[in-house]
């Protein structure tokens, strides 16, 4: 039986997101990004589309690199204003039953204590249905604004990022038990005290000692999401992630990583099915080939590619305004994201193909063509690159999803490749069907009452 592909919409609150410049397009409608009318309609169409869950990407920093300056940044709107993507959960799930949510948080710009109660919120109110994708930044721009001299080591950040983790297990699965709360009235009993616990937590980073202040939500732990795919990032990952994002350019690479991935997982006592993997891609469909090449070059004709070099500047560190267009560039080992130095190393690019490659879609593979070939290529992608579903980027919007909705999504379920209709549950058990908490294999259940001791550095008391 053929694989189920799996579909994320990746969106960011913001109006330029990753294929830049098309907020100028005349169809386009991300610049009322901060109307809540805006993500309602959004998440009410992705429902429609049966999308497993919108993932929000985020930043705390601003894109300062190219030319040394936030100029461009502010003219072409590259991920800058950006909202709080926590904000726009609430209102979205009150007008759908089935959509997940992934929002970006960095570990390094929250207090893990006041964190926990916020994802412990958004997980009741969704009724299940929130997922985390853990970031450990790479703005200098956002260290300096918190007040830090720079941003941390590239391996220590994940260092941290770990014992975070830790904590944060240890409040959701452990401070309080299953049984915890009675709502008896005629008791007056709502929580037992017997059977709620507080967390103390000696860490090299991280100090806490307090009760968990949300009783226990449908999933307690969110389900989790990493990116990282620098040999540290997938260390990080094959301990936590349930879901990794990879940015592959073909199949053969995107089965390499796969495959590192899982076999990570299995490594740490997981198994390999425990982690689904999400492959970047941009689609641009029409219901004949010709009009689909067609859409294609009137978004060309709005993108700008120096705002997706600008992008890509703050993703390698590298300055590429200083440099001539077929200039040979270096690209060193650095303290930025490390995927996006390799893809551009063995790509061998220059600025000149920088700028081509940039225009739209060129941070993920482009796929443009009628519904039958799109789903052609979305299919030889999961069973060659052996990667579970995709995190689909936005390019005009909202029309770039509710062509893929119109077009592909009827293709994929007449071919069996696409659900027709959601799971039951929460958003872990429609993803894995093994119920709404983290198995008893992962790391972080060894949180629980009851586990072995699962870090040296935390405490229990009852």
Known sequence: MPKEILLNAFNMNCVGHINHGLWTHPRDRSDQYH????????????????FDGLFLADIVGVYDVYQQSVD??????????????????????????GLGFGVTVNVHAEEPYIFARRMSTLDHLTEGRIGWNIVTGYLDSAARAVGQAALGEHDTRYDRADECLDLLYALWEGSWDDKAVLRDRNARVYADPRL?????????YYRAEGYHLSEPS???????????????????AARHAECVFISSPDTTLARTASRAIRQGAVAQGRRAEDVQ????????????????????EDYVRYASPEAGLAHFSAGTGIDFSQYDLDEKITYGKGNFVQSSVDLARERGWTKR???????????YPLIVGDPA????????????????????ARTVTPESYEDFIDLVVPVLQERGRYKTAYAKGSLRNRLFGEGDRLPDRHPGARFRPGAAAASSSLEYER
């Open 277 to 296: 993997i999400f492959a970047g891609v941009t689609v641009v469909v029409d219901r004949t080939e010709n009009a689909a090449r067609e859409k294609y």
């Open 35 to 50: 109307r809540l009318d805006y993500w309602t309609s959004l998440a009410a169409t992705l429902e429609r589309g049966l």
């Open 353 to 363: 193909s920088i700028l081509s490659d940039l225009a739209i879609g060129g941070r």
């Open 373 to 392: 070939q799109v789903a052609d290529a979305l299919e030889e992608w999961v069973d060659k690159g052996e990667i579970d579903g995709f995190n689909l």
């Open 218 to 236: 449908r999933q307690r732990t969110p389900v989790l999401y990493q990116a990282g795919t620098s040999g540290r990032g997938r260390q990080f």
């Open 72 to 97: 461009l940044t502010l003219k072409e709107s590259i991920q800058l204003p950006v909202n709080d993507p926590l904000m726009l959960v609430s209102a979205m799930a009150a007008v759908t039953k």
């Open 196 to 204: 709620v616990r507080k967390i103390r937590h000696e860490g090299k």
